[in-house]
């Protein structure tokens, strides 16, 4: 799909563009200019939208500048965890160069003399935390989950349990046939963390081969080593290979805290999580004793 020509846009219209793809879970870069030095096309304050096939609502200016900042918006949404950043253009006759004033060549061949700074915010879906089950363990585990942060889907099979009174906070509640719909319809994206907590094997591995069959980051499996590694062989079998070759699979769940209790276990599987979400380090903060010491002193 070609990007879309420039075109005028209201702030509303904008955001309304904003809002729209926010709730289809897409991803777009908000372009604002931030400040101008001498002549510049677009006052502080003027707005562009970039989605990822380059296509935008508003305008930065138009020319050699808008491209730059397109480019620079959809190279932003590519890379792997590409976050915002202001970046600053000469608007100088120097070529055909287009690259930001940072940049090895920091012209733009435009003939208005000035430079202009851009803040291109990076909008990116919100990590959903995808439960299956309603549990004593996913009550808990949803629980926590909203305390961090994580907005939390909860399906389960059974309408008792797949309630706005057991899950107050979740983002969302649905009860689906499992057998039927494995993912309950929701679709599991690059951003998701999906959670399988079922109430019996057959309906955990159908989830289970479901979810690695789609995009989700991050996909865990509660239960012993060896329902674990019946399940495990019972996919293999069918798909032909090993689930444990899937990076994105944790099964059994959790990290290994010593968790007996639905509220110690749902601990254990939030903190393998935040720490993968948050590319943290599985190590003790405190400071060593001799440092500690010396502190004291």
């Known amino acids: 799909m070609s990007p879309s020509p420039p075109r005028p846009s209201t702030d509303g219209e904008l955001f309304q563009e904003a809002a729209r793809r926010s709730a289809a879970r897409e991803p777009f870069v908000i ?12 006052d502080a304050g003027a707005k562009m939208l970039v989605a990822p096939d380059g296509g935008i609502r508003g305008t930065v200016g138009g020319g050699p500048l808008e491209a730059v900042v397109i480019e620079e918006a959809v190279r932003l949404l590519q890379a792997p965890g590409g976050g915002s950043r202001e970046r600053r253009f000469a608007l100088t006759t120097a070529g055909d160069a287009a690259q930001p004033i940072d940049a090895p060549s920091g012209e733009l061949g435009m003939k208005c003399g000035g430079e202009v700074s851009v803040f291109l915010d990076v909008v990116r879906p919100q990590p959903r935390l995808l439960l299956y089950g309603a549990g004593h363990v996913g009550e808990r585990v949803a ?12 399906v389960d099979d059974r309408p008792q349990f797949a309630s706005r009174d057991r899950f107050p906070k979740a983002a969302e509640i649905r009860c689906a046939d499992l057998s039927a719909a494995p993912l309950g319809g929701v679709v599991p994206d ?38 674990v590694a019946v399940i495990l062989r019972s996919i293999a079998r069918r798909a032909g290979r090993d689930p444990r070759q899937d990076p994105r699979l944790h099964a059994p769940i959790g990290l290994r805290l010593g968790d007996k209790t639905p509220g110690e276990i749902a601990i254990a599987i939030l903190a393998e999580i935040l720490l993968l979400k948050s590319g943290g380090v599985l190590a003790h903060s405190k400071l060593p004793a001799k440092e500690s010491h010396l502190r004291r002193a």
Not at 143 to 154: H, K, M, N, P, R
């Open 31 to 42: 372009c604002t200019v931030t400040g101008t030095v001498r002549s510049a096309p677009r």
């Open 143 to 154: 629980a926590i989950a909203c305390e961090v942060g994580l907005a939390t889907v909860v």
């Open 190 to 227: 690059a951003q998701d963390f999906v959670v399988i907590l079922t109430r019996c094997h057959a309906l955990d591995e159908g989830v289970l081969e479901a979810a690695l069959g789609s995009a989700a980051r991050y996909v865990g499996l509660i239960g012993s080593k060896r329902k």
